[in-house]
């Protein structure tokens, strides 16, 4: 089974066409001469709200938890209020793509991007309240709320670059996805530079700003997209997509991912805390998994095309997010102490990991697509990557969610058992299907 797989992976007459043009001809990018001008505009535009949308996401993780505690809040509380965004991203997600093109697909990206910079900037006001209920009551809205705008701006983003790359939709998405990793990075740094220049609204309102910004750029100048510029081939749903083991067995290996993620954004800063860092260095902190991610990324995406199974790297991928854990603890059962050094090795070691569970999945999901016989087609690759994203804020929403509760029961130490436990059925499963 495992031979007739990987030759299944390797050789299917359509593995990798969603790197090609419908002719077979290399895609567009190859080329920047071929892209028109209002591609180009695209691009620009969109890949700003990227950026700028996924800094706003991210810039709050090296303070925000303070400043909930000063208010008299619990890592649970504010590890919810981290964990909301990506529920009301999970559930809303699916709800938005069904409706997308009755709203209008660029007036739903430029509202969501209003509403998430509003939402922001109001993010930001939440210093000036006294009482713990009502900080916390408002942070859940206005986090919800810029939940809700992000995500319709991002599923309407998507269907943009959709209609206006129509030959190279994945290699384009996957730029734009570029894009966001970047500002998802530079968020916490970001964020705690500005939050050390001039408090706790600074980052909140410079970043809202910049988005009201880039979304009046996207009015101005992105070409108005056609409710007829729709997704050709036969339609499939994402239940249908999800009875492909392998596409399912991707999926969990999206949501562990995120699990790590999100455990480390809600509870490392209170961890790390005894450190006595500065709000830079906090943010520096955060960088290192993503910065890692970022720079090892494209090595592991060559060799799951070139040499290695992809649920292969997604086994090691797994391992290296259990050591990783390991040692930023570190676990109870090792009778060492916290240390700076070990934090910081085990965050490096986190990126390989996130790099061997991200880059595998979205390009296996799609290849166990194909070959369980749906179409190689848009419809295809907007399904998997809706469901990606999905899976993705599952995970989100039930790391900082999760790793609040147990912070405050058990402690950063035996907390990291979650994460450890949940790769470790992972690798198992992994071992069972290869």
């Not at 790359?165 to 384009?172: D, G, K, M």
Request: one cysteine or more; charged letters at 10%; hydrophobic letters at 45%.
């Amino acid at each position: 089974m495992p031979e007739k797989l990987n030759n299944l992976y390797n050789n299917h007459p359509n593995n990798h066409r969603f790197f090609q043009t419908r002719d077979g001809s290399p895609p567009p990018h190859t080329n920047s001469k071929i892209f028109t001008k209002r591609q180009w505009l695209t691009l620009i535009a969109i890949g700003g709200f990227h950026f700028s949308s996924a800094i706003c996401i991210s810039l709050q993780a090296p303070f925000y938890p303070q400043e909930a505690e000063s208010k008299g809040a619990t890592a649970t509380e504010y590890g919810l209020v981290f964990g909301s965004f990506e529920l009301v991203a999970f559930l809303s997600s699916p709800i938005i793509g069904k409706y997308l093109y009755s709203m209008g697909v660029k007036t739903t990206l430029n509202c969501g991007i209003i509403i998430a910079a509003a939402s922001a900037i109001c993010f930001g006001l939440l210093d000036m309240i006294p009482t713990h209920d009502t900080f916390i009551s408002l942070s859940f809205l206005l986090r919800m709320t810029e939940s809700l705008g992000s995500t319709a701006a991002l599923v309407a983003a998507f269907s943009i670059t959709a209609a206006v790359f129509p030959q190279s939709v994945a290699t384009t998405f996957a730029t734009l996805e570029v894009f966001y990793g970047l500002g998802y990075i530079a968020g916490p740094t970001l964020g705690g530079l500005l939050f050390s220049l001039g408090g706790y609204q600074l980052p909140f309102i410079t970043m809202g700003s910049i988005m009201i910004t880039v979304g009046l750029f996207i009015f101005l100048v992105l070409p108005p997209i056609s409710k007829t510029e729709a997704l050709d081939g036969e339609k499939v749903s994402m239940q249908q997509i999800l009875r492909v083991p392998g596409v399912l067995l991707d999926s969990f290996g999206v949501v562990s991912i995120s699990i790590s993620i999100g455990f480390y954004a809600a509870t490392l800063e209170p961890h790390i805390r005894e450190f006595g860092l500065s709000p830079v260095s906090n943010g520096l902190m955060f960088i290192i998994s993503g910065g890692t991610y970022a720079l090892v990324a494209p090595l592991v995406g060559r060799i799951c095309d070139k040499w290695v199974y992809p649920k292969k790297v997604m086994c090691a991928g797994s391992l290296l997010v259990i050591t990783s854990y390991i040692l930023v603890g570190p676990s109870p059962f090792l009778p060492l102490p916290t240390t700076l050094p070990f934090c910081i090795f085990g965050l490096v070691i986190h990126g390989f990991g996130i790099a061997g569970l991200m880059v595998p999945t979205f390009i296996d999901s799609i290849c166990s697509a194909v070959s369980a016989g749906f179409q190689d087609d848009i419809n295809t690759y907007g399904i998997i990557s809706g469901l990606w994203s999905s899976s993705f804020a599952l995970g989100a929403f039930i790391g900082p969610s999760v790793a609040g509760f147990l912070y405050d029961s058990v402690g950063f130490r035996y907390g990291t058992l979650f994460v450890i436990g949940v790769h470790l059925i992972l690798v198992r499963i992994q071992s069972l299907s290869s």
